[in-house]
């Protein structure tokens, strides 16, 4: 059997990790030295609050290398394979981590490590695209592994934050090439591309910025998945949703976990896909 | 018989607790020197945590043979290497586990080792590092593993006396990490040395001064004194003939950035003063970019130096602009933005994004002087945005085919057009984004009148509220309300979600909040922000998009 691993920046709601049987491997958060599991022993609802009244911003850290192995050897004693989904190396450890853990165990061919170049939902997307592929049809580890990499380019994240100050300091995106200032109120629209963030528009009001996510969803229509984030305001996500709706695509509403909402910070708003 | 040095070697005998011990100095002196260890983290992401993690996977160590009584180097030094797989944080940690397994396999099923296994375990150590990292790069913690264990094994095999080993290692590592910018770009650009790097040296000190035997809290490590590098060479700058008798009254043109952490933009200025004239200086707390006119830019940049990194200098003797007498790393931008705005709030708000901006009011420019800043500046093309300032029809800028002028209304205007710039795009599809942008907004200005005047052929009234829309008068009267309500009948407002209120010096705090009150009825949806531009006008400007 093959089975589906992905970690906590993927912020696939638990249901659904469940359902389609994807495991999925905490990050850390870390306060100064208190170190907290991302969706084990930390979650958005007492994180969020910490984040906003905290005075220094948490950090975050990849899953260990021995981790990984206790994850993944369970599994390939049993004689199962992995296809082990991952966010983008460019932005977390997570990936090398994934590597390591894999040299390191004797049957490195039932293992295959996928680099999403994506983040949040982007990767969970990925991970449920992978799920149903190989509950579908019975295929082998390295077709598997192909077509799920085929899905990468076709999968797009796009994030309406309030504030760049929490990118910026956690080092995520360039200091000097995204300009937003301190003075006016200007929100940023970012987007992962090439496996890191890069800015694509500001917006002065917060609908506009609602609108241009919409925006981006339709022109990548057709769409095969779709899934709204938020880190707290459910009700926008929901309302977006609605309005992105389709006979043929149902979105996704997730929660930014507190991996990734240590970087796009409270009131973000974001969208995944993956177009057909 | 006479021992051989080989063999003296290797009677120092050293067990599972001296592992314990050396490992209680690194740590105790990596908790000492963390903070300054985040500060200098720029890569691989600058995330200022390399020491915290570097700290937790250590301390992990620790902490899993905290009550070992066991004399086995092996059993040990398993404990320590499992400890530091399961608990490393970040990237450095995850080498830094990696170095424990160094120690792990070359002691395996030994309970006594010397010198000779100290050596053999930092050379696995290097090959399990180097493996641990997808793209190994120089310059960095994997390097000072690499020199460390390379410099103890020449020592070593060389006959150094055991107790001088680790002491030279030591030197040759220290003098390693101050290379690190050599090696490595970012660390070059961002001044410092590398975080990890520095971290891996505080590790091999504390073994060291364990090794000799003195005491953990009376010592303290060799710490590097100078951990900024100065990214250029201001010598090179002494050495270079300036022939500043041939120049005109505005010597050289020199453009640099300073970086630090904290730069107050104003007091640089001030100091910059004293040496040149024609003064920009933009930027943000932690970088500005300075355009000066100097005869002494020696004097100058040593000068500057005193608020942080000295960057990017380019000096041009401006009668012979191409002849660059010092340039390091200078990559001309495709295009620059340059504004006009007046006071110290609109002129923060245009440099925050991006622009060179005028500020007419504080800088006295005129249009010679932003002309010739301009025409002085290296880029293949430049955006002026005019925001109300009236260009003369015979400037030299407007002939300039790489000169675009956008004739914005006013700031608000300016300020739309220059958030929908967007240096990804190409010149020509930016200045058609940006003027639709500014174009699409709703900008009106409101004056109160302190005399009685005409303004676009209407007579208007001392007292009198007049608002001006698309270069009209479009209504007055001595009710601000009236006037508002009179001005709004043919303005469609559908759509408009977000109201920027923009307030002069000049303006009364009643009027702002008559319009802000009235606004926010009129579209209860919007979002409002009130900007006091502090310039000195009694315009305030309604920007609706």
């Known amino acids: 059997m093959i089975k589906i691993i992905t970690d906590s920046t993927s912020d696939l709601p638990k249901e ?16 100064g030295e208190e170190v907290y599991k991302d969706g084990v022993d930390i979650f958005p609802d007492k994180f969020y609050p910490r984040l906003e009244n905290s005075s220094e911003l948490p950090k975050t850290s990849q899953p260990s290398i021995g981790d990984f192995i206790n994850i993944y050897k369970p599994y390939l004693d049993n004689g199962d394979q992995i296809i082990s989904i991952h966010v983008s190396s460019k932005l977390s450890g997570t990936f090398n981590s994934a590597t390591q853990a894999k040299s390191q165990l004797d049957n490195t061919n039932s293992i295959s490590i996928i680099d999403t170049n994506s983040v949040s939902m982007g990767v969970g997307l990925i991970s449920i695209y992978a799920a149903k592929l190989i509950k579908e049809k019975d295929i082998s580890l390295a077709d598997a592994t ?15 934050v309030e504030t760049l100050e929490f990118l910026q300091k956690g080092g995520r995106i360039s200091k000097t090439k995204e300009l937003i200032g301190n003075l006016l109120k200007v929100r940023p629209i970012l987007k992962s591309e090439n496996g890191i963030i890069v800015q694509v528009g500001r917006e002065r009001s917060r609908n506009k910025g609602i609108a241009y996510l919409e925006e981006a969803a339709k022109n990548s229509s057709p769409l095969k998945y779709l899934s709204i984030m938020y880190s707290t305001t459910p009700e926008e996500a929901q309302v977006l949703a609605d309005k992105l709706r389709s006979k043929d695509v149902i979105p996704i509403i997730a929660q930014l976990g507190p991996v990734i909402g240590t970087y796009a910070g409270p009131q973000a708003l974001a969208i995944a896909l993956i177009s057909d | 018989m006479r021992k051989t040095i080989k063999q003296m070697k290797n009677s120092v005998s050293f067990n599972g607790q001296t592992l314990i011990n050396m490992f209680t100095y690194s740590s105790y002196y990596l908790e000492k020197y963390v903070a300054t260890l985040n500060s200098l983290n720029v890569f691989p992401v600058p995330d200022g945590d390399t020491g915290t993690n570097m700290l937790i996977t250590i301390k992990e160590v620790m902490k899993s043979i905290e009550n070992e009584n066991s004399c086995s180097a092996s059993y040990i030094s398993n404990k320590m290497s499992e400890a530091a797989l399961m608990g490393a944080k970040g990237n450095s940690g995850v080498i830094l586990s990696q170095f424990f397994k160094g120690f792990e396999t070359t002691l395996k099923s030994k309970t006594n080792f010397g010198y000779e296994e100290f050596i053999i375990s930092l050379e696995r150590a290097v090959q399990y590092c180097y493996k641990a990292v997808g793209t190994p790069t120089e310059g960095t913690i994997l390097t000072i593993i690499n020199v460390a264990a390379r410099s103890a094994r020449k020592l070593y095999d060389k006959g150094t006396s055991p107790d001088q080993i680790m002491n030279y290692t030591c030197k040759d590592v220290k003098t390693s990490v101050l290379k690190t910018p050599e090696s490595l770009e970012v660390l070059q650009n961002a001044g410092v040395i590398d975080s990890g790097a520095l971290g891996l ?22 710490f590097p004194e100078n951990l900024n590098i100065n990214p250029i060479n201001l010598s090179n700058l002494e050495t270079k003939k300036l022939s500043q008798e041939d120049d005109d009254i505005f010597g050289n043109c020199i453009q640099f950035f300073i970086l630090s952490n904290n730069i107050n933009i104003d007091e640089v200025k001030k100091e910059i003063e004293k040496f040149g004239s024609s003064i920009v200086a933009v930027g943000s707390n932690s970088k500005i970019k300075i355009h000066v006119h100097s005869q002494i830019p020696d004097k100058l940049i040593k000068s500057a130096s005193k608020y942080g990194e000295i960057a990017e200098v380019t000096i041009e003797n401006m009668d012979e602009q191409h002849n660059k007498i010092v340039s390091t790393q200078i990559t001309p931008p495709q295009t620059i933005l340059f504004s006009i705005a007046p006071g110290k709030k609109l002129n923060n708000i245009f440099t925050e994004f991006g622009a060179i901006n005028f500020n007419i009011e504080e800088e006295k420019y005129d249009q010679k002087g932003i002309e010739s800043v301009i025409l002085q500046s290296n880029f293949k093309n430049a955006i002026l945005l005019l925001n109300g300032f009236m260009l003369k029809d015979d400037s030299i800028l407007i002939s300039n ?5 956008l004739n914005t209304n006013n700031i608000a205007e300016g300020i739309t057009a220059i958030l929908n710039y967007n240096p990804e795009l190409n010149i020509h599809k930016n200045i058609s984004n940006m003027k639709s942008s500014y174009s699409s907004i709703t900008s009106i200005e409101i004056y109160k009148s302190t005399i009685n005047t005409e303004v676009y052929n209407n007579k208007i009234c001392q007292n009198d509220y007049y608002a001006i829309y698309n270069n009209k008068l479009i209504s007055k009267n001595n ?6 309500n009179e001005l709004f009948e043919n303005i469609d407002l ?8 923009y307030k002069g010096n000049n303006t009364s705090n009643s009027v702002k909040e008559s319009v802000s009150k009235y ?9 409002l922000e009130i900007i006091e531009g502090e310039y000195n006008s009694n315009m305030l400007i309604i920007s609706i998009e």
């Not at chain 2, 559908?494 to 209120?501: A, G």
Request: net charge negative; hydrophobic share 45%.
């Open chain 1, 16 to 31: 659904i990790a469940d359902e389609l049987g994807i495991t999925v491997i905490p990050l850390n958060v870390h306060f």
């Open chain 1, 146 to 160: 192909k077509i799920i990499t085929d899905v990468i380019n076709k999968t797009e994240t796009f994030a309406l």
């Open chain 2, 201 to 222: 040296y505080i590790i091999l000190e504390g073994i060291r001064i364990y090794l000799e035997g003195k005491s953990l809290y009376s010592t303290n490590i060799d």
């Open chain 2, 401 to 405: 085919e790489f000169i675009h002028i």
């Open chain 2, 479 to 484: 009710n601000i309300i009236m006037m508002l």
């Open chain 2, 494 to 501: 559908s759509d408009k979600d977000f109201i920027t209120i």
């Open chain 2, 519 to 527: 606004m926010t009825n009129k579209l209860p949806n919007a979002e």
